[in-house]
C-alpha cells in the first residue's frame, strides 16, 4: 500500500507537469504533440522507463496501439491518446477496448494529457469495461484525489500488485457479487436465531431466505442503524496512513 509521502511526492509532480504542460497555449495542440506530454506523464510521472517498459506504435493484429506498457514480459496497460483539443468519448474508448481485448491486456489508460480515465477489461461474451476514475489534471481541485488513484497504475505500485489487489477488494465489495453471500446457510441460521431470540417463533429457513432474496431484490427506504453513542475519553491522537480508496462508475460499458 502506498504511503502518505509516496502520494505527497506524486502530487508535487501532478503540479509540477500542470505548471509546464497544461497552459492555455497549449490547449490546441494535434494529437502528435500531445504525445509529447503523455511520455512525460508516463515516465516523468508514472515512473515507466521510455523505450524498455514504453512502448510506442504497438502492433495488435495490423493495427497499432498509441502504447503499450509492459514490464518484463506482462503487458499492463493500453494506453490510447487523442489530441489535447479533443474530449475523449465513448468512441475512442471502443478503439482501446479492441486492442486490449486482441492482446489480452487487462487495463486502459485513455487520455488527451489532460484529462486521465482508467477502465478495467472484462473478458465476458461480450467484452465489457469498468470505468474505474477519470480526472482533469488541469484542475487543481481535482489533483490531490488524482494523486490517491494514479499512485496505483504507478509502475512501483504495478510492480507490488497493488492495483490487482485493488481490483479484488473492489470486485467483492460491490452490490452484486456481495449480496450473493447473504444467501449462505450460516447467515440464513443466524437470521432464524436471531428471530426466535426476539419474538419468541420459529421460522421456517425456506421463509427467511425468501425475506433475504426480497430485500436484496427490492429497493427499501431504510435508516443505517445508529452506532452506540461511546463516552468520550481524552487520548492522544495519533494520525493514522490513510487508505487509498477509489470510487469506480456505476455502469458498465458493454462492447
Sequence with gaps: MATPNQISQLYTK???????????QYADLDESATRLMVNSFLIDI?????????KTEFRIRGEYADYVIQLERKKHFVV?????QLDLTEKHLRQSVNYAAN??????????AKQVELYKVLFNKPIEVKKIFSFDLSNEKDLKK???SLILICKKSVEKKELEHFWKRFQAMEPGPLSKNLY???????LKKTLKKKTGLTFSEDDILDSVHQIITTKIES????????????QVVVKKQPEIT????????VI
Design 14 to 24: 501532478l503540479k509540477a507537469y500542470k505548471k509546464r504542460y497544461l497552459r492555455k
Design 223 to 234: 435508516r443505517k442503524p445508529k452506532m452506540p453513542i461511546e463516552p468520550k475519553i481524552k
Design 146 to 148: 488524482a494523486a490517491e
Design 103 to 112: 492482446e489480452g491486456i487487462d487495463w486502459i489508460i485513455l487520455t488527451n
Design 80 to 84: 490510447e491518446v487523442k489530441a489535447i
Design 246 to 253: 477509489l470510487k469506480a462508475a456505476q455502469n458498465t460499458i
Design 184 to 190: 449462505n446457510i450460516d447467515i440464513i441460521r443466524f
Design 46 to 54: 508514472l515512473g515507466y522507463t521510455e523505450l524498455e517498459e514504453v
